[in-house]
DNA sequence: GCCAGTGGGTAGTGCCGCTATCCATCGAGG
DNA sequence: CCTCGATGGATAGCGGCACTACCCACTGGC
């Protein structure tokens, strides 16, 4: 429907093919060449676009996504759990010099903060690979500063978390979950940009 | 050259590509059919895949970069601000109705931290897009919220600078704005992950 | 009746990140 | 000295992805 496109810009071309990918639900159909579009579509597809244009995801984990959306048995936690393997391209466990100590210091990290019982899941293996990067570069200093990244990650966790808490539509916080997560790093990478540049211009443009 | 194909596992095609595409710098050629290539090209062509693995940065996008990485006449922070349009594609303006909104907030926060100055910021219109795309999908609940977010990204730029203010070594120091910048979005994005399930844990899981 | 607008499907486009193929050259082994 | 295989250099091709263009049958409103 072309109000559809016009409420939300998004081309009639563009709709339709999102239509055949399954990212959004068919309209009720009113007759063979007719559909009606409501508010939910016009919500699923700014969605859909929050999450191609700033969460960075493909069209493919889009649908992945958007199927256990509409799947009505599914929790927050497990969507969120879903979510992860759509963010992160598996990451070749790598053979390189730097894996070995990479993942001894990503198994100790966990430790101390004791989450050990997340040692299988995938964002732990995304650590382990940036890391092995990392001490192959030489950025070995990393390692001594983890903890502080941790503690940062660890406070905007539990903002998520609060946000997360406020909402009482149940049916509306797998969306939180996923826009939080997925938007959310895009926000924060964005603020912590500011703040570089902010740090940066005191210590040396003053 | 084999050997640099063998020490970093990259193919060899490929490397001839990046080479056409001014990501690694020709080696000294010693012969017609042949050159030399050193650590430097190693260590080089390792930060490529780092940079397009766990970055997300497109060959174009590192070829920018690197054209600065090798231009010695550059300082840190100008390379931290050259980054920055590489990273974040160009944010569309937005004639949403959340976009009005969305600006004013990102102005507020903006005065709140005294970070006036970086109105003009790339990554605050990155900050205005993704706002304005919560809002428009009725997550006003982040607004409340983006001083903790600011918080903790500014934590994490702490620990950055701080990592920046060991490395005494001037011409590496570039190499550590650039990885630490990119590649320490991917590391914060994993832990937050890890933090999220640990806290959904609790939770709900028990 | 007529015709813009709709849905549905197929096919094509442009870009991106490689990959394959070809060629002249050269270095080392026999 | 001569062959063989590797090297560098260049061109062309491939596969995937996100759309986009085109075509068709249909139909609701004028």
Redesign the interface.
């Known amino acids: 429907m072309a109000d559809l496109s016009a409420g939300t810009?998004v081309p009639v071309p563009t709709i339709k093919y999102y239509l055949r990918e399954g990212l959004l639900p068919p309209g009720r159909p009113l007759a063979r060449n007719q559909a009606e579009y409501g508010p939910a579509h016009v919500?699923r597809l700014?969605?859909v676009?929050?999450l191609a244009?700033?969460g960075?995801l493909s069209i493919a984990a889009i649908a992945g996504l958007v199927r256990h959306l509409d799947d009505p048995g599914v929790?927050?936690?497990t969507l969120?759990?879903e979510a992860?393997p759509a963010?992160?391209?598996p990451?070749e466990p790598g053979?390189?010099a730097g894996a070995g100590r990479a993942r001894r210091h990503v198994a100790d990290l966990?430790a101390r903060?004791?989450?050990d019982?997340?040692a299988a899941?995938p964002?732990?293996a995304?650590?382990t690979?940036?890391?092995a990067?990392?001490l192959?570069?030489?950025?070995d200093?990393?390692l001594d500063?983890m903890d502080?990244?941790?503690?940062?990650?660890?406070?905007?966790?539990?903002?998520?978390?609060?946000?997360l808490g406020?909402?009482s539509d149940r049916e509306?916080a797998v969306?939180?979950v996923v826009?939080?997560?997925l938007?959310?790093?895009?926000?924060?990478?964005?603020?912590?940009?500011?703040?570089?540049?902010?740090?940066?211009?005191e210590?040396?443009?003053g």
């Open positions: 810009g919500r700014k969605l676009r929050a244009d700033y960075g929790a927050g936690g969120l759990a992860q963010v992160t391209p990451p053979g390189g966990l903060k004791g989450w019982r997340l899941h964002s732990a995304t650590l690979g940036v890391l990067s990392l192959e570069l030489g950025l200093d990393v500063r502080d990244y941790a503690a940062a990650a660890e406070a905007a966790a539990a903002t998520d978390v609060r946000i406020d909402v509306r969306e939180v826009l939080g997560t938007l959310g790093d895009t926000l924060i990478a964005a603020l912590r940009r500011l703040a570089q540049a902010h740090l940066a211009g210590a040396c443009t």
